[in-house]
């Protein structure tokens, strides 16, 4: 693979820079621009988020694969060295992030002029998980998106027991385990207060429903994190004219990947094969 890449940081209302990896195919032309948003535990240096960002590319894409601003990782680390900084991130400031991103394309530092001379001006959306949910909350908002694609959606951003937020409350974080990383992680009370201020706006299954352009939906059938009735609630509620959605057979959440990624897997690329016809479509 030819690929080129640039990495660039965005400056952002959070102080802290959302860090982005541009990647192209050194002689491609009139190129969509293909942006990839990681999930709640998760980077842009995570598992699969290079290898796919770079066969998108290859595949004829520009891609930019980033970490938001407040996901607990610097940039290019591929652990969790600013563990306070996710301990304040919030579904909100996820969202500007994402906006930040769009509304820099055409800042003069943000592409390269040889990218910007390659790109056709489409813009489509691929988001992993809570990464799915932001993008839809994106792509209702912003015209320029064209495409939307959605790996392991989750339904509902309010995913919490009346118990767990009790516990939160009181002790004013919620403390888990990264079983991906083994990292012990804590969430803000900040996290919790964002999603119950606002549960009309994230409210997912009415976002999709008002959603006009095309949309996939890929999901693992064995996903045990994000149970496969999820995405199927927002197929249910999407009325748009152009839905694809296609469940994988014996593979979860990240398509049988971990971190760090020792290699690709069939459902990884079924799930590429699929997204790149739905995109190219």
């Not at 055409?106 to 390659?118: A, G, S």
């Not at 015209?143 to 790996?151: E, G």
Request: overall charge neutral.
């Amino acid at each position: 693979m030819n690929i080129d890449k640039q990495n660039i940081s965005i400056e952002n209302n959070t102080a802290y820079p959302i860090n982005c990896d541009i990647r192209w195919k050194a002689d491609s032309n009139q190129a969509p621009l293909l942006i990839i948003a990681h999930g709640f535990k998760a980077f842009k240096d995570w598992g699969f988020f290079p290898y796919i960002s770079t066969v998108f590319a290859d595949l004829g894409f520009i891609t930019i694969c980033f970490n938001f601003s407040m996901n607990g990782v610097s940039n290019n680390n591929d652990t969790y060295d600013r563990p306070d900084l996710f301990e304040n991130n919030t579904v909100s400031i996820q969202i500007n992030d994402l906006k930040k991103i769009l509304s820099s394309l055409n800042n003069q530092n943000f592409l390269l002029d040889k990218v910007k001379q390659k790109w056709n001006g489409q813009i489509f959306l691929l988001g992993h998980s809570l990464g799915a949910a932001i993008s839809i909350l994106i792509a209702t908002e912003n015209s320029n998106i064209r495409k939307i694609a959605l790996w392991g959606p989750i339904s509902k951003v309010d995913r919490y027991s009346p118990r767990q937020k009790e516990k939160w409350k009181k002790d004013y974080k919620m403390t888990f385990k990264d079983n991906r990383t083994g990292i012990e992680l804590s969430i803000g009370l900040g996290f919790l207060e964002d999603i119950e201020s606002n549960i009309e706006k994230y409210n997912l299954p009415n976002t999709v429903n008002t959603l006009q352009i095309p949309m996939l939906i890929v999901h693992g059938k064995e996903d045990m994190t994000v149970k496969p009735a999820e995405s199927a609630k927002l197929a249910e509620m999407y009325k748009g004219d152009n839905l694809f959605y296609h469940i994988i057979e014996n593979t979860g959440h990240t398509f049988g990947v971990e971190h760090p990624m020792n290699m690709t897997t069939p459902a990884l690329e079924k799930a590429i094969e699929i997204t790149n016809y739905f995109l190219l479509k």
